[in-house]
Every structure is written in structure tokens, then in C-alpha cells.
């Protein structure tokens, strides 16, 4: 079974009764947030969102909703049977699929952080970060695993750090404090770290699985938050909603 297929089984032993899965009421609605609908007014200007390498799409389950990133934006309307039967082949289907359980797993309310944190909460989340780490894994080498500039530069004072990003615009550069490098050396830093930090993107851009070694492992963001259920994965997501 693999990774996709597991998530399926685990939010269909959850998610019972033929109405949820196929009547027309229970239809999600999926669009792309423009930057200020996703994030407001954050304090720093280089977050990927506001330099539209990523966007957010919502979806919309009755009135529930549940936010994603992605880097392959769209429309969609359908029922969950017609998300549990598309393919996932590509970033955007993964991404319906993601989106899809985050809104209704809260409309459930077995989650309840599925939308983006906004204004200075972004910087309110990353100050939380270095005492979170503290607490539970006292000074490790960190692996940061996609680019969030806040935490970034917040980690990089107090903590060994590297990171490692798909974004051709920001590999070979310091970023953020931190100099950034490519997924070739995701395995050479993965060995170096005591943990791993990552986006919760990674479940929407397939590069997930890789992760999964035998170091602990954090997921940060609102995409993750429903599979994160599922699965049993750590997140970190201080100001979400």
C-alpha cells in the first residue's frame, strides 16, 4: 500500500455513510486565495506566497474550509467520492485531495487548525519555535525542509541549521541567515541532522516519503494538518486557525 493509499484507508475508516461519500450537498468547492487573502499583511516581504512561487488554494465543505499550498493552483467543484477517485498523479490533484481532507475533517471537528496564520502572526509562530525545539529536543542539528524565512532565520540563532529547497531562485543563496541547498543533498543532510523540520507540502508535492527515517520528524504548516491526523505526524503550527 502506498503512501496515498494509506491516508484513503485511515480517513475512510473515519468518514462513514454513502450520502458523505456521493450526494451533491456535500460537494467541495475548491479555489486559489489571492496573497492577501491567504497571509494579509505579514512583516517580512519574502515569504513564498507574496512572491507567488506558491499559491493557497481553499477548499470549502460545507462551509467548513481547509487551506493547502501548492505550486500547480485551480478551480474545482465535486463530491468526496470524485476526490477519492482521482488519480493523484500531479500536484494539483494532490493538492484537491489535501485540501479536501483538512476541510472536512474539521467540518468533523476532528482538527481544527486548517487555515493560514495572517499579519504578525506569521512572526508570533516562528518566535514560538526556538522554545518549542528547546523543550522537546534540546539542541539539535536541525534539517529544514522547504523555505519559511521567519523560521529560518529564528532557528539559525540558536541552532545548527540546513535547509534544502525546491526553488531554483533561492538554491545556492543564504537566505534568511541560512544557505540554502538542493534536494540532490537531501539524504547527506538528513544523515547530518538530529532532526527534521519540514513543510507540510511535502505531502502534496510527493517528496514525503523520503523524509520518513529513523529521526524524528516535525511537520510545520496548515497543508499537513489533516493527513498529519491521520498519519500520527508531529505538527507545528502555533498560530493557525
Known sequence: MNFYEEIKEKFCKLIKGD????????????RPLTPQE????????DFPLLKGKEVMIQA?????LGQVFTDMPGNYSGTLGE???MPLTNNFQRAIFAASINAVLRHFRFISKTVHCRDKEPGECAAHLTPYILKHFSKPRIAFIGFQPAMITTLSLD?????????????GKRKAGVFIESISKTKEILSWADIIFATGTTAVNNTLSALLIN?????????ISGIAFLMG?????FCSH
Open 215 to 223: 529521526k524524528p520528524i516535525i511537520f510545520y504548516g496548515v497543508t
Open 19 to 30: 450520502e458523505i461519500w456521493s450526494s451533491r450537498i456535500n460537494v467541495v468547492n475548491i
Open 159 to 171: 541552532f545548527e541549521i540546513r535547509a534544502i529547497d525546491l526553488d531554483q531562485d533561492n538554491i
Open 60 to 64: 470549502d465543505f460545507r462551509g467548513s
Open 83 to 85: 476526490v477519492f477517485e
Open 233 to 237: 505526524y508531529k505538527q507545528y503550527c
Open 38 to 45: 491567504a497571509i494579509g499583511s505579514p512583516e517580512r516581504d
